[in-house]
């Protein structure tokens, strides 16, 4: 804290009229805003275009010269900075460790701000991401004890890196001579992350596996139960995706509708604190499934189990839904 603190005056552009100011919001997040602005050497911007595919890729690379070298020798003598360029890595590793959430900057046109967010990256969300995705997940490492804490921690900064630079946000660039090596090659060989094609070989950029991220099983869906998706609500098919998911990527194949509630819940990044309305939420999850039983969309596995999977027969069509 006192390094990142500290870089704001050592890097800071003091031609710009304007003070470093530090907001506290209380159990969320910690701003510095910074006058001036980053090198442009010293950021990746690859905007979204049109309907690509391609996600925006933004990041920032670590930078180990100062703006005002004479101002940082000054708080190297009274060691408030420390000079060797690793405030970011230091970050990058300490959100790793899951000692706190995702850093980002935000840019404005003459003042850059850090955001430190309270929590973890391994939150509610990445261990649900990873729960319904374990077999997926086991299939490409080759075994189910592969995927270490490390491995989860490189895959959740990957994943959480690509869902802020949709916002906008800049993340700082994970590489793999400074942050998990072995993990970044591991996961890489393993083809559950890659090299972005916008990425240069002096600063890669890694993506995680498409089919972690997807939550979108509309085609599939239709190929299963046909023009009978289009008279459900958007809540259903979300549910029908949920379960979908889970049937096709997650050694238990099978989910409850109390699970689909936490499921989809954490991913629309509903606050986990918020127990009245969860438990609102969670009856009328209760409630589709219940309406999708009748209506013969889902099936439980076996008579009294309380674990749903797609009906295979909605088409009178006798496919197999595990082939």
Not at 16 to 36: A, D, F, H, M, Y
Not at 147 to 165: D, F, G, Q, R
Not at 192 to 220: G, H, M
């Amino acid at each position: 804290m006192r390094e990142t603190i500290n870089n704001a005056l050592a890097h800071r552009d003091y031609s710009i009229n304007k003070q470093v100011v530090i907001s506290i919001t209380p159990g969320r997040q910690l701003e510095i805003s910074n006058p001036g602005r980053f090198r442009d050497q010293l950021l990746l911007n690859h905007p979204q275009i049109g309907s690509s595919p391609a996600p925006p890729l933004l990041r920032v690379v670590p930078e180990t010269k100062p703006r005002n070298p004479r101002l940082a020798d000054v708080l190297r003598v009274y060691r408030k900075w420390e000079g060797r360029g690793i405030g970011m890595s230091t970050l990058v590793n300490l959100c790793l460790e899951d000692k706190l959430n995702l850093p980002y900057f935000k840019f404005k046109s003459d003042e850059v701000t850090l955001v430190l967010q309270a929590g973890n990256l391994l939150d509610e969300r990445m261990q649900e991401l990873f729960d319904s995705r374990d077999a997926y997940i086991a299939k490409k490492l080759g075994s189910f004890d592969e995927l270490s804490t490390e491995k989860k921690a490189v895959l959740a900064y990957l994943i959480k890196s690509e869902w802020a630079n949709t916002e906008g946000k800049y993340c700082v660039l994970l590489t793999s001579d400074n942050n998990h090596a072995q993990a970044i090659k591991t996961l890489e060989a393993a083809r559950l992350i890659e090299r972005d094609s916008r990425s240069t070989e002096l600063y890669p950029v890694y993506v995680a596996d498409r089919n972690l991220l997807s939550d979108n099983f509309e085609a599939e869906l239709r190929n299963i139960f046909g023009s009978a998706l289009d008279d459900l609500a958007l809540l259903w098919r979300k549910v029908l995706a949920v379960i979908y998911r889970y049937n096709h990527f997650s050694s238990r194949r099978t989910i409850s509708a109390k699970q689909a509630s936490f499921a989809l819940w954490a991913t629309e990044g509903n606050d986990q604190r918020d127990i009245r309305s969860f438990d609102s939420f969670n009856r009328n999850i209760r409630r589709v499934f219940n309406q999708l039983e009748s209506m013969g969309f889902i099936e439980r596995e076996t008579e009294n189990s309380r674990g749903y999977v797609l009906s295979s027969n909605l088409k009178n069509t006798q496919r197999t839904l595990f082939q």
